[in-house]
């Protein structure tokens, strides 16, 4: 075997490999991190880096997307970035377990720099592979709903108190003749004009919740949303790529919240990394009703039975049948670096 640290993303065969091996989760698709890997190297201090190992014939093994920190000398997670949920290695579909443990193994021995290696399913192989070498820091929580058996088994097995908080949410919205509707957008159905709209929804919430500077600094409001519309990877993903979707909930043609996220290759497994709700409509619940629809919608228009909502343990995703997962952190030094 023998490691490549890789400048370009575009390399034909890391491409064919690391297409055959990512149709269950989106966050480690290809196309989707071409997006980071483009906001990284032009916006970010970092310089992207793609880890090949390869055999001795130079059929790639591993992919590792990186990046390189060049002030704290050591490398980190390309998709370690604000809306992303998951990192992880991309192996060669036909590889088996020993495998993959063996060129974990082989990368930890030859990378000779500090790893910083972030939101890593608690299931990695990079976890696996280093237990001996490794600092494990704290996990993040994240949250998915699983729906097996449907979204009316999952809706009807929800608990007595959140059953009559979503009757009273569709109550209201009856008794004040607000006409809601949720309406599902495929990437290429969406247009401008509704992504404008999203858009001003989700910085609006963002930038009053979260981002408290940029209350009374108009200066920094204006980069961040010049930045948000221009240059984050999730804002062009999102819009972008035929496998994303948006399930908006409207409200006499007013949106009242939505999601937007990629539904895996294999269709199996629909991923959130944003979700928001026009505060004007609170008293309504909008966030239960966006969720109960939305899971209503899936189940009979896809075959997808898991909703991942990322991270972030917020009570409403836990009231809606939302079970906790983790993702780990760690810091990886080989012993004999320095010798």
Known sequence: MKLQLLHSIDAPAVRKVWLEATDEQPFFQYDYLTYIWKQ??????????????????????????????????????????????????IFNPRLTEEERQACTSYFYANIHHKCILNRLPDN???????????????????????????????????????????????????????TYELRVYKGEELTDEIWKQMMSVYLHRLFTKHKTKARNNILYRY???????HVKHDTKSLKSLPNSFHAVLYGNGRIMGFMSGFISYNGT???????????????????????????????TN??????????????????????????????????????
């Open 269 to 299: 497994i629909a991923v959130i990394p944003r979700l928001a709700i026009d505060s004007k409509y609170r008293f309504y619940s909008p966030g239960y009703v966006l969720l109960a629809e939305t899971l209503r919608w899936l189940e």
């Open 302 to 339: 896809t075959q997808c039975r898991c909703l991942d909502l990322c991270r972030g343990d917020e009570q409403y995703k836990l009231d809606m049948g939302g079970t906790i997962y983790y993702t780990a952190s760690v810091d990886f030094r080989m012993i004999n670096i320095h010798k």
């Open 223 to 229: 980069i961040h949303y010049w930045k948000y519309y």
């Open 124 to 178: 990695s192989i990079l976890l696996k592979t280093a237990q001996e070498t490794y600092v494990k820091r704290q996990s993040r929580i994240c949250v998915k709903i699983d729906f097996p058996q449907g979204a009316v088994s999952l809706l009807g097995g929800l608990s007595k108190s959140v059953r009559q908080n979503l009757r009273t949410a569709y109550n209201r919205l009856n008794r004040d003749g607000i």
């Open 40 to 89: 990284v190297k032009y916006f970010s201090m970092y310089s992207p880096r793609l880890a090949c190992v390869c055999s001795d014939n130079g059929e790639p093994l591993m992919v590792l997307p990186l990046k390189w920190d060049g002030f704290k000398r050591c490398y980190k997670m390309l998709s370690d970035i604000q809306g992303c949920g998951l990192s992880d290695a």
